[in-house]
């Protein structure tokens, strides 16, 4: 059992995404598919996950540390993420 919101996105031939499906689509797609053809219909499509619905999964959290806070050191080395729908910002209980 996935314990994430998942959509699928259409790989075209000039690699550009297609319009998405949803992970029901996706099951009703695969159900009568064995897993050769499985394996080709993913080599197809992008996975991308919406959500994580997992309960022992909380953040992003907050630091509160800046750019400033050790004067530029590791500065150019940083990665930044992204905010991403579905991301939460609390501790579950």
């Not at 499985?38 to 800046?66: A, M």
């Not at 050790?70 to 080395?77: K, Q």
Request: glycine share 12%.
């Amino acid at each position: 059992m996935r314990h994430d919101s998942v959509i699928y996105y259409p790989i075209k031939a000039n690699g550009s995404l297609g319009k998405p499906i949803s992970q029901n689509q996706v099951n009703a797609m695969t159900a009568g598919m064995n897993e050769n053809q499985k394996t080709l219909f993913f080599e197809e499509y992008l996975g991308v996950r919406e959500k994580i619905n997992h309960p022992n999964i909380s953040g992003p959290f907050e630091t509160g540390w800046g750019y400033d806070d050790f004067d530029g050191a590791g500065l150019y080395s940083k990665i930044g993420l992204p905010a991403l729908p579905g991301q939460t910002k609390t501790i579950n209980p």
